[in-house]
């Protein structure tokens, strides 16, 4: 099986795939576009369903929100998610807070 990773930007995404084909993962990853919880579930649902998935990972930047704030909004996604998806599989649903921009991630393994 594979996971699905939902990020934020176009830098994110290339920082997670080139992460994912040095550790010999499958993946799908899937740009969120904004700050919207509804928005990462429709995604997220569309694919699950349609796909077999059994983790889907989000992504999501702190920027200068409450650390809180983000946590309530991934807590919203999951309860969301776990509620509609109509499947007869269980599908690990996990968000994490990037405290610091991933790109700062990939420039720090430049030097």
């Not at 694919?47 to 309530?72: M, N, T, W």
């Amino acid at each position: 099986m594979s996971s699905l990773v939902i990020v934020e930007g176009e830098s994110d995404e290339g920082f997670i795939k080139g992460l994912a084909e040095r550790l010999g993962l499958r993946i799908k990853i899937l740009k969120m576009r904004g700050n919207r919880p509804n928005k990462a579930v429709r995604l997220i649902k569309a694919v699950l369903e349609s796909q077999s998935f059994s983790k889907a990972i989000i992504l999501k930047d702190q920027h200068r929100y409450p650390e809180e704030s983000i946590r309530e909004k991934l807590r919203q996604i999951r309860k969301e998610i776990s509620k509609t998806i109509k499947t007869d599989r269980k599908v690990f649903v996990h968000g994490i807070i990037v405290k610091k921009a991933i790109e700062a991630w990939i420039l720090a393994g430049l030097g």
